[in-house]
């Protein structure tokens, strides 16, 4: 099956610096997403991005598919930014796999 | 419109006894998919269900079952509980046509502790 790998591990970032969490699988997909897990454990979309590049105010993403990596932009972050971000693929048999996550901490 | 729904959202049981969680999906979505989140294991897919049928299944044993009903709500039963199944529950619903458009969103979880 699809692996996903995620880095760096753990990230400690000061308020108001700015981060990019990778993302690489070891198979082509045809769906990939950016989450964030707040610490009561909710899982929030961040971005749908199978290729190509999005933004949203202060995160941006980027796919490149052919070259079988993501990348989470994180800018000017703030404490609320803390928790674990995940990447999750699809290879088209409807079954999502997770990297291991990213986990953030913002210090003020 | 509401998100996705998940009950019971704690519970507590021993060993050997059986759990259903159940989930229901934003209004209009047809596949519910079921996640198992440890400490030690991550976040892993359990199975997926559109219209009634399972399209696909993670790596867990038998005891791990689901099914869906005609309104799209999802039920989930581990029978003979063990200790390593305590974990967070997540499940997601989409629209759910087309693998590369399923867009997943996530209710806030069951977490289940097995003494």
Known sequence: GIQVEQSPPDLILQEGANSTLRCNFSDSVNNLQWFHQNPWGQLINLFYIPSGTKQNGRLSATTVATERYSLLYISSSQTTDSGVYFCAVAGGGFKTIFGAGTRLFVKA | ?115
């Open chain 2, 1 to 115: 419109k509401a998100g996705v729904t998940q009950t019971p959202r704690y519970l507590i049981k021993t060993r050997g006894q059986q759990v259903t969680l159940s989930c229901s999906p934003i209004s209009g979505h047809r596949s519910v998919s079921w996640y198992q989140q440890t400490p030690g294991q991550g976040l892993q897919f359990l199975f997926e269900y559109f219209s009634e049928t399972q399209r696909n299944k993670g790596n867990f044993p038998g005891r791990f079952s689901g099914r869906q009903f005609s309104n799209s709500r999802s039920e989930m039963n581990v029978s003979t509980l063990e200790l390593g199944d305590s974990a967070l529950y997540l499940c997601a619903s989409s629209p759910g046509r087309s693998s590369g458009a399923n867009v997943l969103t996530f209710g806030a979880g069951s977490r289940l502790t097995v003494l």
